[in-house]
Nanobody, 115 residues
Framework: QVQLVESGGGLVQAGGSLRLSCAVSGRIYVIDAMKWYRQAPGKQRELVAS???????SEVESVKGRFTISRDNAKNTVYLQMNSLKPEDTGVYYC?????????WGQGTQVTVSS
């Protein structure tokens, strides 16, 4: 089992910044990649950014240049730095751990960007 606990969400004005954190515990050695997803009201959950076990990162086109995924192995924590936030970034953000057997999910943290 892998446990994921997100934090750092909140209410911010457009143009502002937030940093989400995901604390990872349990069988960390099985994880192939860590990912951040988001789900806006009435929409499907979408992948926002990912970081592989080797450190390679990728972000969805709509957040490139604004969001950065990173990790601190010593703290077993993955981050999502979100800058220049837009109202369309509003949603519940989920941390996910991908492994050969499937995906572990965190409980989600709400991000609300006001215009």
């Amino acid at each position: 089992q892998v446990q994921l606990v997100e934090s750092g969400g909140g209410l911010v004005q457009a143009g502002g910044s937030l940093r989400l954190s995901c604390a990872v515990s349990g069988r960390i050695y099985v994880i192939d990649a860590m990912k951040w997803y988001r789900q806006a009201p009435g929409k499907q959950r979408e992948l926002v950014a990912s970081i592989s076990s080797g450190g390679s990162t990728s972000e969805v086109e709509s957040v490139k240049g604004r969001f950065t995924i990173s990790r601190d192995n010593a703290k077993n924590t993955v981050y999502l730095q979100m800058n220049s936030l837009k109202p369309e970034d509003t949603g519940v953000y989920y941390c996910a751990a991908a492994w050969v057997g499937g995906t572990y999910w965190g409980q989600g943290t709400q991000v609300t960007v006001s215009s």
